[in-house]
């Protein structure tokens, strides 16, 4: 891949130069990086490094490395924009993300927040707590609470929606883990 770029380049006797640059390795009509930046020499490998961060950075939020754990994650506790399904929100949205079979699990719940922001969690936008993090922000949840004792289907769930800190446990800058029992109101 080349990316080249335009720039003048004061030589001997007052000349500029105007050519473009390969920053991923210099051709024959090219002026080499290292004459732009000094002392400074780059390989081709640190050019090329240096690119593919950039790329990275620039992917949809939706990409996540193919990490599984996140993936799972992302299905069982995030629903962003909060789904609209009239009164039976935590029934629908429990069967429907597979959370009810084989068991009703007993309670699940739904962070109404971007990856972006729930994935910052996992760093400065959360605090350590222990071996989890508490988030720095408050978010919109929606806590599903399975009714009565038996976790046979069919399940039935009362909804519970709250703005709180979240606490989650991270792998690698990725949330993996929700900690249900942690209900945190203030820091």
């Given at each position: 891949?080349?990316?080249?770029?335009?720039?003048?380049?004061a030589?001997?006797?007052?000349r500029?130069?105007n050519?473009?640059l390969?920053?991923?390795g210099?051709?024959s009509?090219t002026?080499?990086?290292?004459k732009?930046?000094?002392?400074?020499?780059l390989?081709?490998?640190?050019?090329?490094l240096?690119?593919?961060v950039?790329l990275?950075?620039l992917?949809?939020e939706s990409?996540?490395?193919?990490?599984?754990?996140?993936?799972k994650f992302?299905n069982q506790?995030?629903?962003?924009?909060?789904?609209?399904?009239?009164g039976?929100?935590c029934n629908?949205?429990?069967g429907?993300?597979?959370l009810?079979?084989?068991?009703?699990?007993?309670?699940n719940?739904?962070?109404?927040?971007?990856k972006?922001q729930?994935?910052a969690?996992?760093a400065?936008?959360g605090?350590p707590?222990?071996e989890?993090r508490?988030?720095?922000?408050?978010?919109?949840v929606?806590t599903c609470?399975l009714r009565?004792?038996?976790t046979?289907?069919?399940?039935e769930?009362?909804?519970?929606?709250?703005?709180?800190?979240?606490?989650i446990?991270?792998e690698g800058g990725w949330?993996?883990h929700?900690?249900e029992?942690?209900?945190?109101?203030s820091l």
């Amino acid at each position: 891949m080349k990316l080249l770029a335009n720039f003048s380049l004061a030589q001997k006797h007052n000349r500029v130069v105007n050519q473009p640059l390969d920053l991923c390795g210099a051709e024959s009509n090219t002026v080499p990086l290292e004459k732009v930046l000094g002392r400074m020499r780059l390989s081709e490998d640190v050019c090329c490094l240096f690119l593919a961060v950039l790329l990275v950075d620039l992917l949809p939020e939706s990409s996540c490395g193919n990490n599984p754990r996140y993936e799972k994650f992302l299905n069982q506790h995030r629903d962003e924009p909060r789904s609209r399904f009239h009164g039976r929100y935590c029934n629908t949205l429990m069967g429907s993300r597979g959370l009810t079979k084989p068991e009703c699990k007993e309670v699940n719940t739904f962070i109404h927040g971007s990856k972006r922001q729930i994935r910052a969690v996992c760093a400065e936008g959360g605090l350590p707590s222990g071996e989890l993090r508490k988030s720095r922000q408050h978010f919109r949840v929606t806590t599903c609470t399975l009714r009565g004792g038996s976790t046979r289907p069919p399940c039935e769930y009362k909804e519970n929606i709250s703005p709180r800190y979240i606490v989650i446990g991270c792998e690698g800058g990725w949330p993996v883990h929700y900690d249900e029992s942690q209900i945190v109101t203030s820091l």
